[in-house]
């Protein structure tokens, strides 16, 4: 077993459970041990707390950091938002004066940054430590015929010298990780663009959130495959809303990554929370008539 | 001097003053002194879809009032600087490494100097202050937890995250 330390930030574990619970699932599975850290905070989050002062901001970010330091472990995340502050601290944190600018904070607390724990997304432990053969040979009932357009938002991959996960312009993780399910994986038009949560216009994230899903819909695509817990509320109520104000019929069902994978390795669709959704993958049903194989 | 441009939001055939005041503050902010290096190419644009989308913002816009130190026109109620979506494209395009997404969240900091926030902003970030969270724990949270079979959620240590975002104080931190 692989040992990684887990932050799990807030939103997967206070608004999505069923996220979290899909992950405690699908890692053992795949050879990699989940540990847990006592006393995060959130990571602080890259849009909001991050807006009002840049060195707090660092200082929360550093002493999540110490808290993985402590273990001796790299530190994995399953937000693209907690994935987005804590890379970035690892990386500007390698400034020495800021360093010694964000330890003076830490002082304050009896703690000390020493920048030996890696950030690494949880997509990358799949494809660094599992690989795409293992993921493959745990699943229990191949997604067959199953198309997925994917969403791989923005801070999983940019900026790209800092989150090192892949090529922003043309990656291909999710591609291959959609792959192992037995599923195909489809690239829409837009599957560059954003969620739009960000942004503080109305006219911005619906007019975009408008153009995505148009192309998704032209795919014809049974599930959107979502990395991201902030996107995936943007595509699950937010389909719902842009569908209202242009009066045009968008459905297709965001599911968050490890959703999948887990009711691939086996996990009873009725266990993994996808009834709450707006938007239900009833096509995943079809998969549990597949006989599971004896052992 | 360098003069404005005819369209300078600022008036027209002006000689330009260029307040180094506004942009000596923004360099106090972490990588705010980041925009002296844009020369208004304009590959920031292009991909932004807060441009694409929206009606007025523009990175390269920004930048050059950062440049030409026009304070007045960022920092202020209902600021343009909210439009951004902070989806690093900026970030990701810039020959120059000027990170205009990071040189827009200093100027959110400065905004902040000034006690100005959109409040679904300020709501986030006042939820993060008293919990520790941006997610507040609550017993639905936790009844939905136990439904998947996982613990409840711990309170964060507060008085650990207080005493890390009290500001520096002004004759430095005692060693």
């Not at chain 1, 791989?152 to 399910?181: F, W």
């Not at chain 2, 959109?118 to 993060?128: G, N, R, W």
């Amino acid at each position: 077993m692989k040992r990684f330390a887990f932050f799990p930030g807030c939103l997967i574990p206070a608004r999505h459970p069923a996220m979290e619970f899909a992950i405690r699932e699908a890692l053992p599975r795949l050879g990699i041990e989940i540990v847990d850290l006592d006393n995060a905070s959130c990571c602080p989050d890259p849009i909001y707390f991050k807006s009002k002062d840049k060195l707090s901001w660092l200082a929360v970010a550093a002493r999540n950091l110490c808290l993985a330091e402590d273990l001796g472990l790299d530190i994995f995340t399953n937000c693209s938002g907690c994935t987005a502050t804590l890379s970035e601290t690892y990386h500007l944190l390698q400034n020495e004066v800021l360093r010694e600018k964000v330890n003076k904070r830490l002082k304050r607390i009896g703690r000390e940054y020493k920048g030996t724990s890696r950030v690494r997304h949880i997509v990358t432990l799949l494809r660094d430590f599992a690989g795409y053969e293992a993921i493959k040979d745990s699943v229990e009932r191949p997604l067959e015929g199953l198309k997925m357009a994917i969403h791989y938002g923005c801070h999983l991959l940019k900026p790209s010298r800092i989150m090192q996960v892949d090529d922003p312009n043309d990656p291909s993780v999710m591609e291959n990780l959609v792959t192992a399910l037995g599923a195909t994986p489809v690239r829409h038009r837009n599957w560059y663009l954003c969620c739009g949560k960000a942004c503080q216009s109305d006219e911005v994230p619906s007019n975009m959130m408008h153009d995505l899903l148009g192309t998704v819909n032209d795919e014809h695509a049974d599930i959107l495959c979502m990395i991201c817990p902030t996107c995936f509320g943007q595509f699950d109520f937010g389909q719902m809303k842009v569908s209202k104000q242009f009066g045009e019929d968008f459905h297709t069902p965001p599911v968050y990554y490890f959703q999948l994978l887990a009711f691939a390795q086996g996990v009873p669709y009725d266990k993994l929370g996808l009834e709450r959704q707006r938007f239900k993958p009833d096509c995943l049903r079809r998969f549990e008539t597949t006989t599971i194989p004896e052992g | 001097m360098p003069q404005k441009p005819k369209d300078s939001p600022s008036g027209k055939n002006k000689v330009a003053r260029i307040d180094f005041r506004f942009r000596r503050e923004l360099a106090e902010k972490i990588e705010g002194d980041l925009a002296s290096f844009c020369y208004q190419c304009g590959a920031c644009v292009g991909d932004c879809p807060a441009t694409t989308y929206g009606s007025d913002f523009n990175p390269r816009d920004i930048m050059l009032k950062v440049l030409y130190g026009l304070g007045d026109e960022l920092l202020g109620e209902n600021s343009i600087l909210w439009e951004c979506t902070n989806c690093y494209n900026c970030h990701e395009r810039c020959p120059q490494d000027v990170k205009p997404v990071e040189v827009i969240i200093s100027l959110k900091n400065m905004l902040a100097d000034l006690g100005i926030y959109p409040p679904a902003v300020e709501k986030v970030i006042q939820t993060f202050e008293k919990t520790g969270r941006t997610v507040p724990l609550s017993d639905a949270v936790n009844r939905q937890r136990e439904k998947f079979g996982l613990p409840p959620l711990p309170e964060v240590p507060m008085e650990e995250i207080q005493k890390l975002i009290e500001p520096d104080s002004e004759e430095g931190e005692k060693d």
